[in-house]
T-cell receptor
Framework: NAGVTQTPKFQVLKTGQSMTLQCAQD?????MSWYRQDPGMGLRLIHY???????DQGEVPNGYNVSRSTTEDFPLRLLSAAPSQTSVYFC?????????????FGSGTRLTVV | QQQVKQSPQSLIVQKGGISIINCAYE??????FPWYQQFPGKGPALLIA?????SEKKEGRFTISFNKSAKQFSLHIMDSQPGDSATYFC????????????????FGKGTKLSVIP
């Protein structure tokens, strides 16, 4: 049981480039989400999905796109990378999306935009 | 607008001591309050959680105390060990203001705990 798998672990992008951060879970979880973690800022929600075909914006969605075509996968797309998007990105999933469901986090993708 | 305020930012505790991390919230719509533990280079992991109808929850050396009227909750780590050295995040969950029936989990900014021998 792999849990939540994120790839790549590290990435360096040039300003203006695009890329997709991959997230896959094998726990048949309905709910998946993307957070970014910046020093002194905690974890901030970017986008989330409550099931295949359903996504919604979180606290800091600008510059990012998501889609959810399958239960297992929830990729995060950076359309035109900016230095402000330098961060550690975490994908998380849970069985349900109501209160009381613990999140399982991936090990993160460290992104640097130069 | 910071919805969940966490303090202190960092904490140094002697081995065997009690570590206390505090969080406060404003929005009474929050209905679930988990704590996450994060080791360097890893993703956060659920440690313990509480609902607002309970004043205290204990799991091993970890206890959450919850004060609904003051809108505050805290994590107590008894007999702190060097292996507890990590960053701790409090969080609060509520129905998303934009999605029908969907929930959002909002995190505090984290507390870096160092337990020294």
């Amino acid at each position: 049981n792999a849990g939540v798998t994120q790839t790549p672990k590290f990435q360096v992008l040039k300003t203006g480039q695009s890329m997709t951060l991959q997230c896959a879970q094998d726990m048949n979880h309905e709910y998946m989400s993307w957070y970014r973690q910046d020093p002194g800022m905690g974890l901030r929600l970017i986008h989330y999905s409550v099931g295949a075909g359903i996504t919604d914006q979180g606290e800091v969605p600008n510059g990012y796109n998501v889609s959810r075509s399958t239960t297992e996968d929830f990729p995060l797309r950076l359309l035109s990378a900016a230095p402000s998007q330098t961060s550690v990105y975490f994908c998380a999933s849970s069985y349900g999306h109501g209160g009381g469901y613990g999140y399982t986090f991936g090990s993160g993708t460290r992104l640097t935009v130069v | 607008q910071q919805q969940v305020k966490q303090s202190p930012q960092s904490l140094i505790v002697q081995k065997g001591g009690i570590s206390i991390i505090n969080c406060a919230y404003e929005n009474t719509a929050f209905d679930y309050f988990p704590w996450y533990q994060q080791f360097p280079g890893k993703g956060p992991a659920l440690l313990i959680a509480i609902r607002p109808d309970v004043s205290e929850k204990k799991e091993g050396r970890f206890t959450i105390s919850f004060n609904k009227s003051a809108k505050q909750f805290s994590l107590h780590i008894m007999d702190s060990q060097p292996g507890d050295s990590a960053t701790y995040f409090c969080a609060a969950s509520r129905i998303s203001p934009s999605g029908a029936g969907s929930y959002q989990l909002t995190f505090g900014k984290g507390t870096k705990l160092s337990v020294i021998p």
